[in-house]
Structures are given as structure tokens and as C-alpha cells.
Nanobody, 123 residues
Framework: VQLQASGGGLVQAGESLRLSCAAFGFTLAYYAIAWFRQAPGKEREGFSC????????HYTDSVKGRFTISRDNAKNTVYLQMNSLKPEDTAVYYCAASRIICLSQTMHEYDFWGQGTLVTVSS
């Protein structure tokens, strides 16, 4: 049972990346999925989530209007489209699954975590 985050890489400011979060060994459709990121020297922060059926999404102000979260339950995968990337978006990005909460900064409310994928945005 695991979540696998992928799609990170090195891009220039203004460019785009799409991250994927794939579930193995369990049905993602029963879970809300959140994306977190942790920049060097900073705490991990949640910034986006999508409800189990995809009908509700949330974003923090730092990414609103630039990032879009979506899901394909048939593929057991959640996506994060990141546009207009900025150097301050540089971080390790994690996805997490929860049956009780969508977006929370309380880590233990999430049942599964992906291993993280590094996004580096150069200026």
C-alpha cells in the first residue's frame, strides 16, 4: 500500500510542470488527496486538496490561480498542474491521502504519504 508522487524536475521561472500521485494497493476514490511541499529550511505545508469524488478543490493563496488539482479515479491517480512557476515554488512536493479531511496542516490526519518529488524553479 503506497502513494507514489512523480513528475518533479528542474524548470525555469514561468514554465509549467505536472505532478502525479498514484495509489498502489488501495482505492484512491475513497480518499481526499492533498498536496504538500517543503522548501529547504521550512516546515512542510499543505497548499491544495481535492475531495474524494473531485467535486471540491481548495488552494492556498500562494498557489491559487497558478496550480490546478484534478483526479482520475479510474486511474487511481491525482494530478497537480503547476503553471507560471516561481523560484519560491522550489520544494519537495508530497501527496497525502485522508478519509477524514481535505486540507489540514495536521500531518497525522493523513493515512498515506507519497515519497516526495523535487521541484526546482530557477530564476
Amino acid at each position: 500500500v503506497q502513494l507514489q508522487a512523480s513528475g518533479g524536475g528542474l524548470v525555469q521561472a514561468g514554465e509549467s510542470l505536472r505532478l502525479s500521485c498514484a495509489a498502489f494497493g488501495f482505492t484512491l476514490a475513497y480518499y481526499a488527496i492533498a498536496w504538500f511541499r517543503q522548501a529547504p529550511g521550512k516546515e512542510r505545508e499543505g497548499f491544495s486538496c481535492i475531495s474524494s469524488h473531485g467535486g471540491s478543490t481548495h488552494y492556498t493563496d500562494s498557489v491559487k490561480g497558478r496550480f490546478t488539482i484534478s483526479r482520475d479515479n479510474a486511474k487511481n491517480t491525482v494530478y497537480l498542474q503547476m503553471n507560471s512557476l516561481k523560484p519560491e515554488d522550489t520544494a519537495v512536493y508530497y501527496c497525502a491521502a485522508s478519509r477524514i479531511i481535505c486540507l489540514s496542516q495536521t500531518m497525522h490526519e493523513y493515512d498515506f504519504w507519497g515519497q516526495g518529488t523535487l521541484v526546482t524553479v530557477s530564476s
